[in-house]
């Protein structure tokens, strides 16, 4: 914030009102101090966004901010992949399909080689028999109770092969751990649309901040221009009075309400500047373009100022989005927890495939019988020992919902502080309006009296210029208490996640 150096004569400093008009003056820097600081309470932001939009309302603002900002489609995205990783836990419930082919071309034949020798097994039976046949049938008999030698080389297909397979899996029991893993997949995709709500809150707080900011802005404009306005007017009652040869208007007089409208218009410089200023920031809360051409059309609003503090607390546990994300994330734990547990259990799965061998060679292996076929069957997986790998998995997840829990209470805790803030906040700028606005009317009838009396030369200039500043400083004191409400109700409203009138 800058100040303009006030350059005085330094034979005024010699005049027997010195005293009165270095007071006035210094009353005149804190006030135009004063009124600086608050016009300078609105950050300049770059921003993004469309073609000039003029007068606009507050509803049309938030409108267009939930169209045009970039946050809200990173949110979305957000969702769509809390959807996809949803989707893809349901898809454990369904059979796995796969078909399989390999096709493969081997340097020679594979050939099944067999060396050595067999034995006949006996038989009573047969014995008998060859008996009956006297010398030759035992000579028979003798002859096959010897080692038979084998010498065998048998092709059982051709080098070129193709093996083709469809297969399925089913699972019957995993100790619930599809269930579990489902859970929470669910839950982050209830996380990923309360932070996409949470944005969306952010937004409308944002918009709305910034759009108070400007009407705050245009009203303080239009102060200091009705100010700088009163103040000519006064300079040239003051010049007039002292050059008709007043006794009681003297130079000292005149410069005084020289200075004095030269350091209002200044203010109003100032105020146009934190005006543009407060419409570029809310451009950007818009999601709009740096050099889009914004105006606004405020609209006298009846404010509902809620009166039970327990009942805003109990509705920001209801919708307030980081504690609804928070116990969602404690429901994902418990199911985290299942998820750890079900490896104490076995897995059990139905498996089933059917095949096809596809071979020029029409016998050994790949003979008629052996080309085409299917298989079912039950599989079984159970971990007897994992080296306490389970039992430290339901450790963890264990501590993790202990960690939530606490978390919760902690945020608990800081919320209700948090809106108890705003719900004083709203209290105290409510009762700063109804004070200041009496202020005001009392400042208005001493500065209309003022006038009057001046002009009859019944006050002095430094009690016109007081009166004038009074009232301007107590006009702008209703319109940043008006400005502290707006603020307190917007951020009442994005703390409890939801509509001050709602509430009703």
């Not at 399989?100 to 099944?112: E, G, K, T, Y």
């Not at 944002?206 to 000519?232: C, H, I, P, S």
């Not at 146009?272 to 914004?294: E, P």
Request: charged content about 20%.
């Amino acid at each position: 914030m800058s100040i303009i150096p006030l350059k005085i004569h330094t034979g005024l400093l010699h005049d027997e009102n010195a005293p009165l008009l270095r007071d006035n003056l210094m009353l005149s820097v804190r006030f135009y101090s004063l009124l600086f600081s608050a016009l300078l309470t609105f950050p300049a932001l770059a921003a993004e966004g469309l073609a000039p939009l003029h007068n606009l309302n507050l509803a049309a603002c938030i409108e267009l901010a939930l169209k045009n900002h970039a946050s809200l489609a990173v949110s979305d995205a957000m969702v769509e992949m809390a959807e996809a990783q949803y989707q893809q836990a349901m898809s454990a419930y369904w059979p796995h399909v796969t078909a399989n082919s390999q096709a493969q071309h081997l340097n020679h034949d594979v050939n099944f080689t067999m060396q050595g020798t067999t034995q006949l097994p006996t038989s009573n039976a047969l014995n008998a028999q060859l008996s009956q046949l006297g010398q030759t049938g035992i000579a028979l008999g003798k002859a096959l109770a010897q080692p038979i030698p084998i010498n065998m080389n048998v092709k059982l297909f051709d080098r070129d092969l193709l093996m083709s397979s469809v297969n399925l899996t089913y699972p019957i029991f995993t100790g619930g751990k599809i269930t579990a893993l489902k859970n929470q997949a669910e839950k982050g995709k209830s996380v990923a649309q309360e932070n996409r709500r949470k944005t969306e809150l952010e937004v409308i707080r944002d918009v709305k901040k910034y759009y108070y900011g400007v009407v705050f802005a245009q009203q303080m404009e239009q102060l200091a221009n009705d100010t700088l306005e009163r103040f000519k007017l006064l300079e040239e009652l003051t010049e007039r009075l002292f050059k008709s040869g007043s006794m009681k208007v003297k130079k000292t007089d005149y410069l005084r309400t020289k200075v004095t409208t030269s350091l209002t218009r200044s203010i109003l410089l100032e105020a146009q500047y934190a005006r543009d200023l407060a419409l570029q920031a809310l451009s950007n809360a818009m999601g709009l373009n740096w050099d889009n051409s914004l105006s606004i059309n405020p609209e006298n609003q009846a404010h509902y100022l809620p009166t039970e503090l327990a009942r805003l607390v109990e509705t920001a546990q209801q919708f307030n989005p980081d504690l609804q994300q928070l116990k969602f994330a404690i429901e994902a734990s418990e199911s985290k927890i299942t998820e750890a547990y079900s490896g104490y259990y076995p897995a059990i799965g139905f498996q089933g495939s059917a095949y096809t061998v596809q071979n020029s060679y029409q016998s050994g292996l790949t003979n008629a019988n052996n080309r085409d076929g299917w298989t079912v069957g039950i599989g079984l997986q159970w971990n007897l020992f994992d080296g306490f790998e389970t039992t430290n998995k339901v450790s963890y997840a264990n501590a993790m919902k202990k960690q939530l829990l606490n978390q919760q209470i902690l945020l608990d805790q800081g919320m209700a502080l948090q809106i108890k803030q705003q719900f004083l906040r709203l209290n105290s700028a409510d009762q700063q309006i109804k004070s200041n606005e009496e202020a005001t009317g009392f400042a208005t009838e001493n500065r209309i009296l003022n006038t009057h009396a001046y002009q009859e030369e019944l006050v002095e200039t430094k009690d016109v210029i007081e009166s004038q500043i009074v009232e301007t400083f107590a006009q702008s004191a209703v319109y940043r208490s008006r400005y502290e409400l707006n603020l307190a109700i917007s951020g009442l409203e994005y703390l409890v996640g939801s509509n001050i009138p709602e509430l009703k």
